[in-house]
């Protein structure tokens, strides 16, 4: 069975950071292209950021291209999300994503 559980989520002003890290088990995650999507309240699911399986290739959204960096951890089945520079429109509900499942989420609020 395909696990996904993110963590690190939580409430921090603009201009704030936060790291998210999810764990991954019940597939071969040094294999699979692995992304974190958000949706935000009221609103569709976006895509923020995408890897490969051996990390060496990134993708962003032009909404958080230069502050967010993907990043992964293949010996410790682990995918992590580095957010900086954080902005109200930056709330939502972030989910680690593979190709064919989805996380809980973890929520992450930026508000002064």
């Known amino acids: 069975e395909v696990q996904l559980v993110e963590s690190g989520g939580g409430l921090v002003q603009p201009g704030g950071s936060l790291r998210l890290s999810c764990v991954a088990s019940?597939?071969?995650?040094?294999?699979?292209?692995m992304s974190w999507v958000r949706q935000a309240p009221g609103k569709g699911l976006e895509l923020v950021s995408n890897i490969n399986p051996g990390g060496g290739s990134t993708s962003y959204a032009d909404s958080v291209k230069g502050r967010f960096t993907i990043s992964r951890d293949n010996a410790k089945n682990t995918l992590y999300l580095q957010l900086n520079s954080l902005k109200t429109e930056d709330t939502a509900m972030y989910y680690c994503?593979?190709?064919?499942?989805r996380g809980q989420g973890t929520q992450v609020t930026v508000s002064s």
């Open positions: 019940g597939f071969t995650f040094r294999l699979s292209t």
């Open positions: 994503a593979s190709a064919t499942s």
